[in-house]
């Protein structure tokens, strides 16, 4: 019904900034929220960032300050802007779209933060 596509991932140094993307396609409500989830090697799926249709924000404690969450209702298009990059914000992103019933996800793009 929904599919989720994101992209922008790669290599950057410590430090470096990076910006993902997550396009959306398919049926949609005209209210819905969407967020951004990353999961390294051997640790559970954790949320970084989510925003609601209205642009209303939030952050996990550990990018606050860091990444800035956007998007553009009318590409149904998301965005992760990520500043200052760690080692460990190394994970595979993915986007997710809710409408409050059902939840669809994306495929992920890696990033790796490594000098």
């Known amino acids: 019904q929904v599919q989720l596509v994101e992209s922008g991932g790669g290599l950057v140094q410590p430090g470096g900034s990076l910006r993902l993307s997550c396009a959306a396609s398919?049926?949609?409500?005209?209210?819905?929220?969407m967020g951004w989830f990353r999961q390294a090697p051997g640790k559970q799926r954790e949320w970084v960032a989510g925003?609601?249709?209205?642009?209303?924000?939030n952050y996990a404690d550990s990018v606050k300050g860091r990444f800035t969450v956007s998007r553009d209702n009318a590409k149904n298009t998301m965005y992760l802007q990520m500043n200052s990059l760690k080692a460990e914000d190394t994970a595979v992103y993915f986007c997710?779209?809710?409408?409050?019933?059902?939840?669809?996800w994306g495929q992920g793009t890696q990033v790796t933060v490594s000098s």
């Open positions: 997710k779209y809710q409408n409050g019933l059902v939840e669809y």
């Open positions: 398919g049926s949609m409500f005209r209210v819905y929220s």
């Open positions: 925003i609601t249709t209205a642009g209303n924000t």
